[in-house]
């Protein structure tokens, strides 16, 4: 069965830092992984992405300041966020895109909660 788990949310203050984990299993072949985030009464956005080939998207807001990388063995991805700011607040989702036989497929995680206070 498919699987993400998501860890490493939690609160910080402004200008500290946390780091986000999620771990994929049972997907043989692994297109992207990345984090999306969902604050109150906002739409969901693209954080950051790392393709299998290594390369990296970030959003704007976050660029300088986050860093996502991958343990290939583990298909575990990691989003590394340094000064954080209030705005950082959100629920943070990780996603996957893998291919199946029918077409590629996207899977999201459960979400984990990061509030930075002023």
């Known amino acids: 069965q498919v699987q993400l788990v998501e860890s490493g949310g939690g609160l910080v203050q402004a200008g500290g830092s946390l780091r986000l984990s999620c771990a994929a299993s049972?997907?043989?072949?692994?297109?992207?992984m990345g984090w999306y985030r969902q604050a109150p009464g906002k739409q969901r956005e693209l954080v950051a992405v790392?393709?299998?080939?290594?390369?990296?998207t970030y959003a704007d807001s976050v660029k300088g300041r986050f860093t996502i990388s991958r343990d290939i063995p583990t298909d575990t991805v990691h989003l590394q966020m340094d000064r954080l700011k209030p705005e950082d607040t959100a629920l943070y989702y990780c996603?996957?895109?893998?291919?199946?036989?029918?077409?590629?497929?996207?899977?999201w995680g459960q979400g984990t909660l990061v509030t930075v206070s002023s």
């Open positions: 049972n997907i043989p072949i692994i297109k992207s």
């Open positions: 790392i393709i299998s080939g290594g390369g990296t």
């Open positions: 996603y996957v895109l893998f291919p199946t036989l029918v077409a590629d497929r996207e899977m």
